[in-house]
C-alpha cells in the first residue's frame, strides 16, 4: 500500500564508512522528511525539504546531510558512520497544501558496528 | 521547538478494557494529528483535528481536541490484540513536532 519507498531496509555497515539511505515517492508531494527513531522512542526530526533544491536541518544533528534534486527523491547520507548512529531511519512525505497526515515509508534499520 | 507531551508513556490493559493517552502542549495549536506504530513499523496516520473542541470516532478510537486546543486525547474502547502498538500525536508546523507517544500492551 505505501506509496513512499526505502531502500534499504535493513543495513550493517562498518564504522567510518560512508552510506546513503534511499527515499522515494509517488505522490507528487512536495515536502520530505527524515526521521530517527529508536525502538520505542519518540521521533527526532533529521532534516526537510519544501521540494527541488530545498534542505534544511531538524532539531537533531545527525552529522548527515541530504539532497533534493527531483521531487521523488530525498536520499540521505551519513559521510562516516559511527555506531551512534544505529538506529531506525524513517522517511516521510506530507501533501503539498498541508492536509492530511504524512506517509511514512517503512524505515531502513541500520547497524553501525 | 514547539513540543507535545504526551502521558502514559506506557499503557498495560487487559483486553476488553479501555484505553486513553493524552497529548499536552504549552501553546495553542492550529491543529492536532494522531498516528499508530506498530512493533517493528512505521507510524500510519489516523486522524487530523482541527476545531476548538472536535470529537471524531473511528469504529472503537474517540479522538477530542481540546476547547484551548492546547490539548488532545485518544480513547479507544473495549481495546483488542490488534490495537497494541505506540501512539503519537503530532503538534503542527512546517515539520510536525511528535509527541513521546504511548506504547499499549494489551494482555489477552
Known amino acids: 500500500e505505501a506509496d513512499i519507498y526505502q531502500t534499504p531496509r535493513y543495513l550493517v555497515i562498518g564504522t567510518g564508512k560512508k552510506i546513503t539511505l534511499e527515499c522515494s515517492q509517488t505522490?507528487?508531494?512536495?515536502?520530505m522528511y527524515w526521521y530517527q527513531q529508536d525502538p520505542g522512542m519518540e521521533l527526532h526530526l533529521i532534516h526537510y525539504?519544501?521540494?527541488?533544491?530545498?534542505?534544511e536541518k531538524g532539531d537533531l544533528s545527525s552529522e548527515s546531510t541530504v539532497s533534493r534534486i527531483r521531487t521523488e527523491h530525498f536520499p540521505l547520507t551519513l559521510e562516516s558512520a559511527r555506531p551512534s548512529h544505529t538506529s531506525q531511519y524513517l522517511c516521510?512525505?506530507?501533501?503539498?497544501?498541508?492536509?492530511?497526515?504524512?506517509?511514512f515509508g517503512s524505515g531502513t534499520r541500520l547497524t553501525v558496528v | 521547538g514547539q513540543q507535545v507531551m504526551q502521558i502514559p508513556q506506557y499503557q498495560h490493559v487487559q483486553e476488553g478494557e479501555d484505553f486513553t493517552t493524552y497529548c499536552n502542549s504549552s501553546?495553542?495549536?492550529?491543529?492536532i494529528q494522531w498516528y499508530k506504530q506498530r512493533p517493528g513499523g512505521h507510524p500510519v496516520f489516523l486522524i487530523q483535528?482541527?476545531?476548538?473542541?472536535e470529537v471524531k470516532k473511528q469504529k472503537r478510537l474517540t479522538f477530542q481536541f481540546g476547547e484551548a486546543k492546547k490539548n488532545s486525547s485518544l480513547h479507544i474502547t473495549a481495546t483488542q490484540t490488534t490495537d497494541v502498538g505506540t501512539y503519537f500525536c503530532?503538534?503542527?508546523?512546517?515539520?510536525?513536532?511528535f509527541g513521546t507517544g504511548t506504547s499499549l500492551t494489551v494482555i489477552p
Open positions: 516521510a512525505s506530507r501533501h503539498p497544501h498541508g492536509k492530511g497526515g504524512y506517509t
Open positions: 525539504s519544501y521540494g527541488v533544491n530545498s534542505t
Open positions: 505522490m507528487g508531494h512536495d515536502k
Open positions: 483535528l482541527v476545531k476548538s473542541g
Open positions: 501553546t495553542t495549536l492550529s491543529n
Open positions: 503530532a503538534g503542527p508546523g512546517d515539520q510536525f513536532y
